[in-house]
């Protein structure tokens, strides 16, 4: 009998050299093919009459030959077989492209089930290049629930469904199951061995969504048992222990009220780092929250025990802008600012590297140039990372490393729901600012379409005309979109509608160095329009800019549109912003209409993940979770929300797994795949 860790090579009809086809879709072994999920299935138990055929869907019909496959070479490489089939209620046309065996073995005045998409209407109507089965005498209820894997070049389903075949044989109903059985009762999930038949070899759809549902909850399990393993083995560490965390001073010499959000994150924090171990903290915020004020008070707490802060931005002209806001605030209380940049004088590093070895520089604010091997701290004690999903676990980690475990506190402005922020950010407590200081104004938005185009041009004139300043954002531009303007081509069409203005544009692909010229130049008030992507998303601030207008608004997501919004609103004068894109469709407009109603951050994120999934929602962000094959952070919230308070109480009482060695090894398993240390 085959072995879970015997070679896909070694099923019959595979072999090696397509074994190595299948190194693509990551799968090796038996247990690495039953791991490989369906990404959807094919219902062919539901069979239509050829009368009730619909236009641009698959169906399912049961039908007689009624003509002989006839071959027809249009060209070198295309060849077309057509063949009519017919049931009680009418005939249907099929064409095969370049299958001429299949069209051969059908047999005139035999049934046969057809599986695939109808194109055309009327007489037009065909089935095109459809699955075929045939019909044993006496079947009454033909048909079957089709699995459909994902596949690569040169690996077909036919081969997908050998391997599986075979892993499903290797199991025999023997399958271990990592959930304990008072868990499986208690949730009414079924064991793992019928899970897995169900999710490869189905009877019915029904059986599939107890399968998933079963799947979901394991897999939201393990990573839960995982990440609070983690957290609980951070903690153990030894870390640096603040003993002056008295606030009283930095609370007085703010030049505004802080808000009581603010002030429960920096007691929350105070309290973590005079705990004696390391401090790894999230805090997430809406935009104009006040985020910079908490990191401020850790900077604050560090100093006045004797240690240094560094304060990492994800660009330079970020990384001047939170030095410039730090160092009036720091300096009442006797605390120096230093900055450390890539584009610095040579002159100015040595001078900043010489303060930071010291121990003179106290607070050090930088970009990625204060994870070079040239920068030695003199005591660090905290590290702060800005806008968490620009930088990678290991940038972080690598900028902590330069202490003696010193305390983390990450900043996030995409605000998320606190169950999933848990889960994303994994080993990290969460501090939530949900209300904004007083005084920002709310930004008076609008959706338009390209009826509004003239009206909207007019506009930008006007707010220029009385001294502020627009952005116009596009989206990037995918190759072969051929009905959407660049950037670049944006700019020029404003500079030509309006020639008295001064237009500047700013895309991705221009260097780091040009765009903080650019963005720079805008900030001082040289240009008065500012044409980007999505690069100015997090951006340096500009008080003056008050209108922000948004090309095909119906591409981006809530919580990215909502995300540029914030850039303007941020000083005295009132604050617009346009979408265009209302024009797209009764969905698009819907989802403008959110943004139009609401400025709460997180009644729109929450809107996003609904509507889009975490995929599109997090975009690149590199949280250093182990991949998911089944659960959705977004969708599957209420079944995460149970898992994680499962897995809190059971590892409370058994914090090695001791009792549940099938558990445990599992849970090893996912994250050792991860390439987290802790696991290996």
């Known amino acids: 009998m085959p072995a879970l860790s015997d070679s896909i090579q070694f099923v019959k009809g595979i072999g090696p050299k397509k074994a190595k086809l299948f190194e693509k879709l990551h799968l090796r072994t038996l247990r690495d093919a039953l791991e490989t999920y369906p990404r959807d299935y094919e219902d062919r138990t539901r069979i239509t009459p050829i009368a009730a055929l619909g236009e641009e869907e698959k169906y399912c019909v049961r039908a007689l030959v009624g003509t ?9 490489g295309l060849e077309l077989t057509k063949l009519t089939v017919f049931d009680e209620s009418g005939t249907l046309p099929v064409t095969f492209f370049n299958n001429k065996y299949t069209a051969a073995a059908l047999r005139v005045g035999r049934e046969y089930l057809f599986y695939g998409a109808v194109q055309g209407v009327g007489r037009a109507r065909m089935m095109v290049s459809p699955q075929v089965e045939p019909i044993s005498e006496g079947t009454s209820t033909p048909g079957r629930i089709v699995p459909v894997y994902p596949l690569t070049s040169g690996v077909s389903q036919k081969d997908m469904a050998r391997v599986t075949d075979a892993a499903l044989g290797a199991v025999a109903g023997d399958w271990p199951d990592p959930l304990p059985t008072a868990l499986r009762a208690k949730y009414r999930l079924v064991d793992a061995s019928d899970a897995l038949a169900a999710i490869h070899r189905p009877q019915t759809l029904g059986e599939v969504e107890e399968a998933r549902r079963r799947m979901i909850f394991e897999e939201l399990f393990l990573l839960c048992c995982g990440l609070q393993q983690l957290k609980e083995r951070r ?13 009283e001073r930095f609370f007085a010499s703010l030049p505004f009220e802080s808000t009581g959000a603010q002030r429960r994150a920096i007691e929350e924090q105070a309290a973590d780092v005079r705990a004696g171990r390391p401090m790894n903290r999230l805090v997430q915020g809406d935009v104009g929250s006040g985020k ?115 305390h983390t506190l990450v900043m996030s402005a995409t605000p998320i729901p606190r169950t999933l922020a848990l889960i994303m950010y994994g080993d990290l407590d969460v501090s939530v600012l949900d209300e904004l200081p007083p ?44 009905n959407l303007k660049s950037a670049e081509q944006h700019a020029k069409d404003l500079q030509q509608a309006l020639p008295h203005r001064h237009v ?28 980007a992507t999505t690069v100015i998303e997090v951006g340096v601030d500009v008080p003056n800019a008050n209108l922000m207008v948004v090309e095909d608004a119906d591409r981006f997501g809530l919580s990215q549109l909502h995300q540029l919004r914030g850039r303007v609103g941020r000083g005295e004068r009132k604050s617009y912003c346009v979408f265009f894109g209302a024009d797209k469709g009764q969905t698009a407009r819907e989802r403008l209409k959110i943004l139009c109603r609401t400025g709460d951050g997180f009644e ?34 209420a079944l995460m929300q149970s898992a994680r308070e499962e897995a809190e109480e059971l590892l409370a009482h058994d914090p090695a797994l001791a009792a549940y060695p099938t558990l445990r090894e599992r849970v090893e398993r996912m994250f050792a795949a991860s390439g987290d240390e802790a696991f290996n």
């Open 235 to 247: 903690r153990a560490d030894e870390g640096l222990l603040f003993e002056n965390t008295g606030l």
């Open 439 to 482: 005084g920002r104004t709310p930004v008076e938005t609008y959706a338009v379409g390209e009826n509004m185009r003239q009206r909207i041009l007019k506009f930008i004139d006007k707010q220029i005309a009385l001294g502020g300043q627009a952005y116009v954002v596009c989206p990037l531009v995918e190759e072969g979109e051929m």
């Open 504 to 531: 500047a544009v700013l895309h991705g692909r221009m260097k780091n160095a040009e765009k903080d010229r650019v963005m720079r130049a805008f900030a001082a008030g040289e240009y008065d329009i500012l044409v």
């Open 292 to 406: 910079t004020v908490v990191a401020a008070a850790l900077c604050a707490l560090a100093a006045q025990n004797g240690y240094q802060a560094a304060f990492m931005a994800p660009t330079e002209i970020l990384a001047a802008q939170h030095a410039e806001t730090l160092a009036p605030l720091l300096q009442k209380l006797g605390v120096s600012c230093t900055l450390l940049t890539g584009s610095m004088t040579a002159a100015q590093k040595r001078a900043a590297l010489s303060a930071i070895e010291s121990g003179e520089a106290q607070v050090i604010v930088g970009t990625h140039a204060l994870i070079q091997q040239s920068v030695r701290f003199a005591r660090l004690g905290a590290v702060i990372a800005d806008e968490q999903h620009r930088f990678g676990v290991t940038q972080r980690a690598a900028l902590a490393a330069k202490g003696q475990t010193p």
């Open 604 to 637: 729109i994120a929450r809107a996003d993940l609904a509507q889009r999934g975490p995929g599109d929602f997090f975009g690149r962000r590199q949280h250093g979770l182990p991949a998911l094959h089944v659960a959705d952070l977004a969708a599957d919230l």
């Open 68 to 76: 002989a496959p006839v071959l027809r070479r249009i060209r070198k």
